[in-house]
């Protein structure tokens, strides 16, 4: 009941991502850049129209295993943690920590949720909720949830479209102080293999109507979809190549072709969510490397911005393939730390809005890649190093903020990644060696895989 389990999307590509089953070297950026982060307005029907902002920058989601139980000290150490430095926070409504939350029809549960939402508030995090997944009486099954893979990647039955509708409204109602809302995740069940693509005309349909049941209860109510994979290919090994390519592969056309339909068919959209990884599909190849494989998350976000005129949110993203378990235990936590500040200067640099972290926690004291040491430890709730840096990024690459490439001189400029605001910037090194390199002016001396940040 109470288990880990690793679930792999539908579209075949791996993910870093714990599932309830209880209820639960390059030079710098390329070109020097200054831009103004901000996402592009939606002109026309289906545009924003929330009156909330959708570009609230970094944070994370929310695993089976997280602050809201275990330890009581741990819990409370964990809890200034997060309090200290506020970020966005996402839970899903069912799985990942959550009970089935209308288990029968007009019969709620929402103990699980209601325990997430208010770690969510005491710790002041912006609350998110991804409208997902399903009750198994609206996918075909009856009151008894089915905790494996394959049912809670069902989506629900056309027929049951209204009626999850209903249950995403009730929560709204149920939440007023939450305003986002992202509707399903990853196009869970939606995956047509007659036709080998994505039934984005089913997936359109639920939305809308979501769509409408959260505008009838706030207008104020930010709601967005459609939450697919960018997964990618490596150059020449799939018929599903796009026009959207680089060096790091191609994404597949299946996912662009969802984005195109739900966008042209949307009741309306607040922002864009999509999630995807920087390594290949096909045979998890990170190309050219794993630091210049990154760039993708920068090409993807400037084509979603152009493809869609909406803010761009990435619910999830991730640099580093998974084991036949899909655990990431083959890099440091040094290594796994250059390549993720990285990816995030990318993402910033090219505009996202909102980007949320899958934490990947377990109940052991190794939890590689996780936010804080897990709270079901005595010795629990004290943060890791990819908190560090991704409330540092929260705090000094927010959206809107004016961004620009740092000058850099000296032998390591070439394996050297660099990304500023006019008061702190941040130096990565791409190798597993020391290098020397100046930055504006300033001589550094970065040891191997270092993160510097900058006054």
């Not at 959708?54 to 089976?64: A, L, M, P, V």
């Not at 090994?237 to 339909?261: E, F, H, K, M």
């Not at 390199?437 to 191997?448: E, H, K, S």
Request: proline letters at 6%; glycine letters at 10%; charged letters at 25%.
């Amino acid at each position: 009941m109470g288990r880990h389990r690793v679930v792999r999307a539908l579209s075949g590509a791996r993910r870093w991502r714990a599932v309830a089953l209880l209820g639960a070297g390059a030079v710098a950026l390329a070109v020097l850049i200054t831009v103004l982060v901000t996402g592009l307005p939606g002109g026309g029907p289906g545009g924003p129209s929330a009156q909330v902002p959708s570009d609230i920058g970094w944070g994370f989601t929310h695993t089976q295993y997280s602050a809201d139980r275990g330890d009581d000290t741990a819990r409370k150490a964990a809890d200034k943690l997060l309090a200290d430095d506020p970020m966005p926070q996402n839970q899903h409504i069912m799985g990942w920590g959550a009970d089935n939350p209308e288990p029968r029809p007009g019969v709620y549960n929402f103990k699980d949720l209601d325990r997430r939402v208010a770690l969510m508030r005491r710790t002041s995090g912006t609350p998110v909720l991804t409208l997902c997944c399903a009750p198994d009486w609206m996918k075909g099954g009856g009151s008894r949830t089915d905790w494996s893979q394959k049912s809670l990647e069902k989506a629900p039955d056309r027929a049951h479209y209204k009626d999850f509708a209903k249950l995403a409204g009730v929560i709204a109602k149920r939440y007023p102080d939450v305003r986002y809302f992202i509707v399903w995740n990853e196009f869970k069940g939606f995956f047509d293999e007659s036709r080998n693509r994505w039934n984005y005309e089913g997936y359109t349909e639920l939305y809308n109507l979501v769509h409408a049941e959260l505008k009838k209860q706030n207008k104020a109510n930010a709601v967005g979809g459609p939450y697919i994979s960018l997964d990618s290919h490596a150059p020449g090994a799939s018929s599903n190549a796009s026009s959207l390519r680089g060096p790091w592969g191609s994404v597949d056309q299946r996912a662009l072709d969802a984005i195109t339909y739900w966008n042209d068919h949307k009741a309306g959209a607040d922002f864009v969510a999509v999630d995807g990884s920087s390594y290949t599909r096909d045979d998890n190849r990170l190309l050219p490397d794993e630091f210049g494989a990154t760039q993708k998350f920068a090409d993807a976000t400037t084509w979603l911005r152009k493809a869609t005129g909406l803010p761009v949110w990435w619910s999830e993203w991730y640099v580093e393939p998974g084991d036949a378990n899909d655990d990431r235990k083959g890099w440091t936590e040094e290594h796994r730390t250059a390549v993720q500040a990285t990816a995030m200067m990318r993402l910033a640099a090219a505009g996202a809005a909102a980007a949320f972290y899958w934490n990947p926690q377990t109940t052991t004291a190794d939890c590689p890649g996780c936010l804080w040491r897990s709270t079901e430890r005595k010795d629990g709730g004290s943060g890791l190093p990819m908190l560090d840096l991704l409330s540092r990024f929260a705090k000094y690459f927010p959206p809107r903020v004016v961004l620009r490439t740092p000058e850099l001189t000296g032998p390591g400029r070439e394996q050297v990644h660099a990304l500023a605001t006019d008061d702190t910037a941040v130096v990565v090194n791409t190798q597993d060696r020391a290098l020397a390199v100046t930055v504006d002016g300033r001589d550094l001396d970065l040891g191997p895989y270092e993160v510097r940040w900058l006054p």
